[in-house]
């Protein structure tokens, strides 16, 4: 039953896949669509990078997930690409308390996911709406559900709970902790070209447009700076990070904003856009002198720093500390100013290995290996599908008597 394997990766307004050539990690083909139900433009690419095709304008304007998805689909099929597609791994942001590992996804599964929307109602209904479609699409390829959740799930009741009474605990509310699969991935990664560093104390420090930070220990999450959704810990380019929820009580209380105001107040208007005035994306934010983009910078390292030092509480020291994500990955700027003075913690920045973005970054004597590691979570996807597949096709050996391969 070997083939091919897609990853898909379905966000608020994005959509991304990448298709795997059986037993292999490196993508053959990748595809792109940004603004979903607006002004949405869909691009594909081939290994190389060049373009297979590119949709945008009027053909496109208000397509949904699923149409989107279905162009893709067919623009796969039609280029013969589809025949020997044997799995679909999806991203998943939510798998609640129950899901710790990649699952195959049947009506039940489906259902028990639905289940957990109101826990990530920005992220989920998406997620499953891409499974929807890819099942309807592919009703004989195997679907597997990847969680953003799972990677924490092992967290130590402190790190797991707020501090309310026990019965929301009870009821699901908890720091569940999200980009779960890029902790993975990098963990991995770590695991791999510094096994003496992934089994001691590890911060990674995920910098996109959505940023966490997480500290790992052996390998394992035991804290992250994200807890029961995916606004709380470092500021973000549009959600706010750590609030202090009296300030949600006052936005409804005093200046009587509704639920959907508020929501998106701190999902789509605040982070570095709303501190800024100007823009969610870094670059831009660099690229100016304007004094309230500055700000906004200031602000983003400062929390970083600060959410630093309490992980490395947490871990009782720190061995590692890693960036990945866009911003972690590309803006030696932000990593310097993370570093910047941080000798006291371990840590020293060398700035010419920072500015030509090597993988290690620290200093030769520095006590903490400071490092970049560009994450990958449709690897991970990837992975978990391949090994979903092998399984499922030694159960069938199984079951019809033959011998599962090696
Ligand atoms: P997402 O969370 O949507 O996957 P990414 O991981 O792609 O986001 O990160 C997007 C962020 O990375 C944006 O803020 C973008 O400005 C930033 N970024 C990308 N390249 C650079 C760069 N060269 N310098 C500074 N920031 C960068």
Redesign the pocket.
């Known amino acids: 039953m070997k083939g091919s394997i897609l990853t898909l990766n379905a966000g608020s307004s994005s959509l991304k896949i990448a298709l795997f050539p059986p037993g292999d990690e490196s993508p053959i083909v990748t595809g792109s669509a940004e603004r979903i139900g607006g002004d949405c433009t869909l691009t594909i690419k081939d290994a190389s990078g060049a373009f297979i095709a590119e949709y945008k304008g009027d053909a496109m304007r208000g397509a949904t997930h699923e149409t989107v998805l279905r162009k893709l689909i067919h623009i796969l099929q039609q280029a013969g690409l589809a025949q020997n597609l044997v799995a679909i791994g999806h991203r998943v942001v939510h798998g609640g308390t129950d899901f710790v590992a990649p699952i195959l996804v049947d009506d039940a599964a489906l259902n028990q996911l639905v289940s957990l929307e109101p826990l990530a109602p920005l992220h989920q209904p998406h997620n499953l709406a891409g499974i929807r479609a890819a099942r309807s699409a592919f009703p004989d390829v195997l679907q597997i559900a990847c969680f953003d959740t799972a990677f924490h799930r092992n967290h130590p009741f402190v790190n797991d709970t707020f501090a309310l009474p026990l019965t929301l605990y009870a009821e699901g509310i908890r720091r569940y902790g999200f980009h779960g699969l890029s902790y993975e991935y990098v963990t991995q990664k770590l695991a791999a070209i510094r096994p003496e560093l992934h089994a001691g104390r590890v911060i990674i420090c995920h910098l ?3 940023a966490s930070a997480c500290a790992i220990r052996d390998g394992q999450s035991i804290a992250s700076t994200m807890g029961f959704s995916a606004l709380d810990g470092l500021p973000m ?1 549009t959600r706010c990070g750590q609030l202090d929820p009296g300030v949600i009580l006052y936005l409804l209380q005093q200046k009587k904003m509704n639920a959907d105001a508020i929501a998106d107040l701190l999902y789509n208007q605040s982070g570095l856009l709303g501190l800024s005035g100007l823009s ?4 831009v934010l ?1 690229a100016t002198d304007d004094p309230a983009a500055k700000a906004a910078i200031d602000y983003f390292v400062f929390r970083i720093r600060r959410e630093i030092g309490g992980l490395a509480a947490s871990l009782g020291g720190l061995d590692a500390l890693i960036f990945c ?3 972690g990955e ?2 030696c700027l932000i990593r310097a100013r993370v570093c910047d003075d941080m000798a006291w913690m371990g840590i020293a920045i060398d700035p010419q290995r920072n500015a030509a973005h090597e993988t290690i970054l620290s200093a030769p004597l520095s006590p903490v290996e400071v490092m970049m590691i560009p994450t990958q979570e449709d690897i991970v996807i990837a992975r978990a599908a391949n090994a979903m597949m092998e399984q499922v096709q030694a159960q069938r050996l199984r079951a019809i008597g033959g011998i599962p391969p090696l």
């Open positions: 996109g447009n959505g380019g969610n994306d870094m670059r660099e994500g866009g911003i590309n803006s």
